[in-house]
């Protein structure tokens, strides 16, 4: 009886310590920062990008899916390497840099392989950050509708 008790308030602490995660699967792009510090640069790197989607969200975190765990030598995971991303929410676009903290290889074939990875948000601001939110609480229920702004126009 002890046991289980300790075992409720264990499990209702782990609970508490986690951040709740929403499940949504969502476009994600990926890249890095460019080495060099100009115009051409910085659209090179943005155009060098992982493409993906995500599997859920935390407000500390998200994980998503991509087909490869680096581009070039610069890999998702490890390395203190800060990632740019934007993801395609339904309540609008957000970016963010979050940095890779593990990842998993998924599928059972080689032709169906991709990599699950889990990242911390390291910066998230303003809109991006209120969007973000919103979606985190509400899900799908922040969206902003077309048919809610709808007028007849009747004199």
């Known amino acids: 009886m002890i046991r289980e008790l300790i075992t409720k308030i264990n499990r209702a602490m782990s609970e508490r310590m986690v951040a709740p995660r929403r499940k949504h699967s969502a476009p994600v792009r990926l890249w890095f920062d460019a080495d ?25 975190g998200i994980s998503f899916l991509v087909p490869s765990i680096r581009r070039k030598e610069k890999y998702l995971v490890g390395q203190e390497r800060k990632i740019n991303v934007e993801i395609d929410l339904p309540t609008g676009k957000v970016y963010m840099r979050v940095l890779g903290k ?23 601001e303003g809109a991006d950050k209120d969007t973000y939110e919103t979606f985190v609480v509400n899900g799908h229920r922040g969206a902003k509708g077309t048919a809610h702004g709808f007028e007849l126009g009747i004199d």
Do not use: M, P, W
């Not at 115009?39 to 407000?59: K, M, V």
């Not at 990875?117 to 910066?123: F, K």
């Open 36 to 60: 060099i510090q100009s115009e051409r640069a910085l659209e090179a790197a943005r155009a060098d990008c992982i493409i993906g989607e995500t599997i859920d969200f935390s407000r500390s």
């Open 102 to 124: 593990r990842y998993k290889k998924v599928g059972i074939h080689i032709s169906t392989e991709k990599f699950l990875v889990g990242a911390a948000i390291s910066s998230l």
